[in-house]
């Protein structure tokens, strides 16, 4: 039996991981794809401090080294679920079942894609899901955005403060978020909105180089060049499985701010938390949090 079992080998899992080894609990990771989550994706991270310019696969070695060199033990696993017997936890995996004094639940969200072809080898090659990560490197050019909601209103405010034109599709033929930022948006001469088009197609191979949009009323083509798109159409949270633990808020878990959920020895950290903000940042963050409060409920 471990002390803490963390769920999720991302920012958020790590940073837990990091603070909890400092103060000598013992420390399981269960990460089932590779670890650094999103952000290890993304070819250029310039928003966590200390460093000006990083990839994200770098920032996301350096974190795992760190807790390596701490003791952390890791296994390449899925968590398909927790169940509290007693005063212990049985996390179960794809492979087998582990015990430990608690669990922090690190999962992260899965950006939502537009499930098209070629869609997952050219993220990060021209395919972005994060404006305010990826927006800067397209500083005084043209850039193309997908989504009609909050976060694709913002990054489209975000976006036209610097880039010379903000092309931005629409599935329907309105938004569907706050009014304010749509206020906002449609006053920005720099932003051209262009409602019921369906992105269809990636051109490309190795990296993006164009668009391909069908207009839903008229069933017209059309083709855009281009070497960027923001794809702003919502994230995917995967919290079911715990849900005999934690509450979930539109699938998010609902933590209090010494990240605790509703059961006690569960806590969760991240983007996987309902929250505001969703960086590498705020994710650590959360994991120190997370740790710091499970540590004091273990003894
Ligand atoms: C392309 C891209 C670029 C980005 N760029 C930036 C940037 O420049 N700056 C910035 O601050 N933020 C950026 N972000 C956002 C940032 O990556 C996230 O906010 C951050 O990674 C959240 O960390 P997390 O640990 O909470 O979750 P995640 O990074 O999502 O990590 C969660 C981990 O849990 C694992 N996991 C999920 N379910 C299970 C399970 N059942 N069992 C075991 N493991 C599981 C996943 O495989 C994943 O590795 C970017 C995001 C993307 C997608």
Do not use: W
Request: net charge negative; with cysteine.
């Amino acid at each position: 039996m471990v002390d803490i079992i963390i769920v999720g080998g991302g920012p958020s899992g790590m940073s837990a991981a990091l603070y909890a080894l400092r103060s000598n609990k013992s420390v399981l990771i269960l990460e089932k794809e590779n670890f650094g989550g999103q952000i290890a994706n993304s070819p250029r991270v310039e928003n966590y401090p200390s460093v000006k310019e990083i990839s994200g696969l770098d920032l996301s070695d350096h974190m795992f080294e760190q807790i390596m060199d701490l003791g952390a033990q890791f296994e390449l696993e899925d968590v398909l679920g927790i169940e509290k017997k007693d005063d212990k936890f049985v996390v179960t995996t794809n492979y087998r079942t582990y015990e430990s004094k608690a669990v922090i639940i690190a999962n992260g969200v899965k950006h939502r894609t537009m499930n098209l072809p070629n869609e997952e080898k050219l993220v990060g090659k021209g395919i972005s899901f994060c404006a305010v990560c990826d927006g800067p490197m397209y500083k005084g050019k043209e850039v193309y955005l997908i989504g009609d909601a909050n976060t694709a209103l913002q990054y489209a405010l975000l976006l036209a403060n610097y880039c010379t034109k903000v092309h931005m599709f629409t599935l329907f033929d309105r938004f569907f978020g706050d009014q304010i930022l749509v206020d906002r948006l449609l006053n920005k001469e720099n932003i051209i909105v262009k409602h019921n088009m369906n992105l269809i197609q990636y051109v490309g191979e190795d990296k993006l180089e164009g668009l391909v949009f069908e207009d839903t009323k008229t069933k017209e083509k059309l083709e855009c060049n281009t070497d960027n798109v923001f794809i702003a159409i919502g994230q995917i949270p995967n919290n079911e499985k715990f849900s005999n633990l934690v509450e979930l808020e539109k699938g998010y878990i609902i933590t209090d701010e010494s990240m605790a959920t509703k059961t006690p020895g569960v806590y969760a950290c991240g983007d996987t938390r309902k929250k505001e903000i969703r960086q590498v940042v705020t994710a650590c963050n959360d994991g120190a949090i997370a740790a710091l409060s499970t540590v004091k409920y273990i003894g």
